[in-house]
């Protein structure tokens, strides 16, 4: 039977209406079951946007499933427009995550696996401190900044942003002041913020509360130095060396922030030469996500 796909709908706890998209290989699933007596699923979250199309592994879904491990990948609330009407807010993305693990465990997956790549690595991160789920058993980051607000500011300071961090630093905390809520909300871009050129491709969009909540000084919940000390179950840190987004360092540093805390159960797997996307080495990332999940899920 080959990998089937559905499409969820998934409802979070203050009543935002989500999709989402199951990869499932029905056989393997049950196969891995009888083998081992576990039932496992992995609820993963973008980066970048968070769509289907923009900022995900496209190629890891199918392969963890054929694996016997399904996969529900989720579209959260900053998904898309998310970031540009106002909704898309780092810590209430959580809903989105955590509603995708409750709809796995009422759909019969007694164990599920938090994954993220990017900025949804920090999500998802965030989301294991933030509560305690018993059934989640572990979680998988992929390509994890330090902290999204630390990696924007190295990012604006490396090629020159504009405006610059410091200066939107000022313009959104005094927007975030002003008595008519509509300021909150404007609309502004980034230039020069991913790269050295003006080109799309090397700026950011957000409204004033999208980009607060997330790179913003104050934004903790999107720093994952901060909240990775506070996950129990085990974790696994996948990173390319030739990242030039996340350098390799702050992959080692975040696990020994994990292992200081207390946590026994940090692994650190380097993909040689791989970039932010690990385009190129698509194999590697699903030789190493899979060995991990059947040692450890």
């Known amino acids: 039977m080959a990998v089937e796909r ?45 769509n289907f199309l923009v900022g995900t592994l496209r190629f890891l879904p199918g392969p963890l499933a054929r694996a016997g491990f399904p996969v529900l990948v989720v579209e959260t609330r900053m998904a898309n427009v998310g970031q540009l009407f106002g909704g ?14 409750e709809w796995l465990r009422t759909n019969g997956f007694r164990r599920v696996i938090a994954s993220g790549v990017s900025s949804g690595a920090a999500l998802v991160i965030r989301y294991a401190a933030s509560r305690h789920v018993p059934y989640l058993r572990g979680v998988i980051a992929l390509s994890t900044p330090w902290g999204l607000p630390q990696s924007m500011r190295q990012r604006s300071e490396r090629y020159g942003a504009e405006p610059s961090y410091r200066e939107m630093t000022r313009i959104v905390r005094d927007a975030l002041g002003d008595p008519h809520p509509a300021e ?114």
């Open 88 to 101: 898309g807010l780092f810590d209430d993305a959580t809903f989105d995550v955590h509603a995708g693990a």
């Open 184 to 297: 909150r909300d404007r609309i502004f871009v980034i230039e020069k913020t991913r790269g050295p050129t003006r080109t799309p491709a090397h700026s950011e969009v957000y409204t004033y509360r999208t980009w607060w909540s997330t790179r913003g000084p104050n934004a903790l919940g999107a720093m994952s130095f901060r909240q990775i000390g506070q996950i129990w179950a085990p974790i696994c840190l996948v990173q390319g060396s030739g990242d030039d987004l996340v350098s390799v360092g702050e992959t080692y540093a975040l696990a020994r922030v994990a292992r200081r805390a207390g946590n026994d159960q940090v692994d650190v797997e380097i993909v040689p030469t791989a970039g932010h996307l690990f385009r190129g080495h698509e194999m590697a990332v699903i030789n190493t996500v899979t060995r991990w999940l059947r040692d450890r899920a």
């Open 6 to 50: 559905y499409l969820v709908t998934l409802t979070s706890e203050d009543g935002e209406e989500h999709d989402a998209i199951l990869h499932i290989d029905e056989r393997a699933a049950r196969g891995r079951e009888r083998r081992t007596g576990r039932r496992t699923a992995i609820v993963h979250a973008h980066g970048a946007l968070g």
